[in-house]
T-cell receptor
Framework: SQQGEEDPQALSIQEGENATMNCSYK?????LQWYRQNSGRGLVHLIL?????REKHSGRLRVTLDTSKKSSSLLITASRAADTASYFC??????????FGDGTTLTVKP | ETGVTQSPTHLIKTRGQQVTLRCSSQ?????VSWYQQALGQGPQFIFQ???????GRGNFPPRFSGLQFPNYSSELNVNALELDDSALYLC?????????????FGEGSWLTVV
């Protein structure tokens, strides 16, 4: 099974609401990265959080990391229709190997 | 724009044929990874190259092979294509100073095997 597993698989919200996605993993990591993918396109890097960090912000994005629970969350505040996409977490080991989950599909309704 | 370019963007091959996909890394990056992404799934790690040497491989058969060139561009070759090889193939580059570096993806190559 995947190292990183996102939850929920699908999320549908209204514009202006907040969206929270979770990622769980199994083994030790160096860092965890969140990506966005629009349908049929490449992955766009959103944010990287290192294993010694607990929280990071970037614009409307807030990422937390709990290494004791081996989990991370991505919060998108004040969502917009343009945020509609699939979101993936990738865990990166100390050897530089990255593993992705199957993603959360976010739909933001105008 | 990530600075990672892939070609071709789309292609159709027949079962049993061979395919070569190409990737130009972001300038200054010495590490390239290839991923296969089937519809509705996350990217699956195929292998990684660091300074022209394979530096890790996922659960893919030997008919998936790769190369990294001195300018850090890369190729993914797949022999004896099977229908299940139909997927989006993603190339990603990074700078392996330590593993805490951002991975940048290209737009991918869509392969359809018929």
């Amino acid at each position: 099974s995947q190292q990183g597993e996102e939850d929920p698989q699908a999320l549908s919200i209204q514009e202006g609401e907040n969206a929270t996605m979770n990622c769980s993993y199994k083994t030790s990591i160096n860092n965890l990265q969140w990506y966005r993918q629009n349908s049929g396109r490449g992955l766009v890097h959103l944010i990287l959080i290192r294993s010694n960090e607990r929280e990071k912000h970037s614009g409307r994005l807030r990422v937390t990391l709990d290494t004791s629970k081996k989990s991370s969350s991505l919060l998108i505040t004040a969502s917009r229709a343009a945020d509609t996409a699939s979101y993936f977490c990738a865990t990166v080991t100390n050897a530089g190997k990255s593993t992705f989950g199957d993603g959360t599909t976010l739909t933001v309704k105008p | 724009e990530t600075g990672v370019t892939q070609s071709p963007t789309h292609l159709i091959k027949t079962r049993g044929q061979q395919v070569t996909l190409r990737c130009s890394s972001q300038s200054g990056h010495n590490t390239v990874s290839w991923y296969q992404q089937a519809l509705g799934q996350g990217p699956q790690f195929i292998f990684q190259y660091y300074r022209e040497e394979e530096n890790g491989r996922g659960n893919f058969p030997p008919r998936f092979s790769g190369l990294q060139f001195p300018n850090y561009s890369s190729e993914l070759n797949v022999n004896a294509l099977e229908l299940d090889d139909s997927a989006l193939y993603l190339c990603a580059s990074s700078l392996m100073l330590d593993s805490g570096n951002t991975i940048y993806f290209g737009e991918g190559s869509w392969l359809t095997v018929v």
